[in-house]
């Protein structure tokens, strides 16, 4: 997750910066036909033993997954063996977690899915008509077996969960998740129709050639055909095919200064000089704010469709949906069902 390709690409990392049925079939199915042919109506709603890692813990524990739980990952930026890239996106995005995906069954073999919204490794990035515009869409992945016991027959990751240091999955509450599951059918529709379209991967920020006169950058609303990002495409499934809004997953414009400005992994988020158009040297997001004076802009808060009607504005993050008071705790299991 990171304009022109050399001053704004890094904006774009902080965007990501700044993933039908009750689905049991008699029918066996195997990784090559779920790849193939997106067949997720017919993996199995069942229980997926999950190895997490949750942040500032070595410790592997093993969550019982449910269909529609979400995997949370994050770099440790104190590791000497975290990748510049990868702190970057560390400090970038806010919070501890950076990004998101979704499990949604097994096949026939008792191989676990997920689903995740995710830029491309070559990075095509330019700027359109409608701002800034990068390679990605939705993917869908093979996870593995209960307790990480067998890896999946084919390798078929983009980017692949062993890259990140920390994985910690959690699940709405009991009643979120009951109405989401009154629209299980739609829901895991709507996922195959996007895969089956390359749904594309969209920031939630208007980042156009009109920046370096107005030296604003604007929090947008995406909508569903405009495409979307790891936590936006989640947060848009649930509102308008579930009408469910989850509690306090949006920050606006004003929070995100304040977190380039004060806080201290914000205060290390910079563009690398090889994306820079206008200088020689790495040129820190705080220096920008402070000394060239950018900003954010909200965008106007607009209706919901949820069952509450409340109007919502602001960007989502992965960290803010992982705090959420709509989320709750899986309690991991040791290894002995090895």
């Not at 997720?40 to 229980?47: F, G, M, S, V, Y």
């Not at 016991?149 to 062993?162: A, F, H, R, V, W």
């Not at 994985?167 to 996007?194: G, H, V």
């Not at 106007?300 to 993050?317: A, D, L, N």
């Amino acid at each position: 997750m990171n304009t022109l390709t050399l001053f704004f690409k890094p904006l774009l990392v902080f965007a990501l910066t700044i993933v039908i049925a009750a689905c049991s079939s008699d029918k066996g199915i195997t990784q090559d036909e779920i790849i193939k042919s997106y067949a997720i109506n017919l993996l199995k709603d069942e229980t997926y033993y999950f190895p997490a890692r949750k942040f500032q813990t070595d410790d592997i524990v093993y969550q019982p997954l449910k269909r529609f739980d979400i995997i949370f990952t994050a770099y440790d930026v104190n590791s000497s063996k975290t990748t510049q890239n990868s702190r970057l996106i560390s400090q970038v995005i806010p919070g501890d977690y950076t990004h998101m995906l979704m499990y949604i069954g097994k096949d026939s073999e008792g191989f676990a899915y997920g689903v995740e919204m995710n830029s491309n490794i070559s990075e095509h990035i330019q700027i359109g008509t409608d701002g800034l515009e990068l390679g990605g869409r939705l993917y869908l992945y093979c996870l593995g077996s209960d307790y990480g016991d067998k890896s999946c027959p084919k390798d078929n990751y983009i980017y692949g969960l062993e890259r990140y240091d920390y994985l910690w999955a959690k699940s709405l509450t009991p009643q979120l998740y009951q109405q989401l599951k009154k629209s299980e059918n739609k829901f895991l529709q709507r996922i195959k129709e996007d895969l089956i379209s390359a749904y594309p991967f969209k920031i939630q920020f208007y980042i156009g050639k009109s920046i370096l006169e107005t030296k604003e950058i604007q929090i947008i609303h995406n909508r569903y055909q405009d495409g979307g990002d790891c936590a936006s495409y989640f947060i848009g499934l649930f509102e308008n095919i579930a009408h469910i809004c989850l509690k306090d997953v949006r920050m606006d414009a004003r929070t995100l200064e304040e977190y380039y400005l004060n806080d201290t992994n914000g205060q290390q988020a910079y563009i690398p000089m090889e994306y820079n158009l206008f200088s020689k040297n790495d040129i820190n997001l705080k220096y920008y704010l402070e000394r060239k004076k950018y900003s954010f802009r909200d965008n106007k808060s607009r209706e919901s469709k949820c069952s509450s009607g409340e109007r919502i504005k602001g960007f989502v993050t992965p960290d803010l949906i992982f705090n959420s008071s709509s989320m709750e705790e899986i309690k991991g299991v040791s290894g002995l069902g090895l």
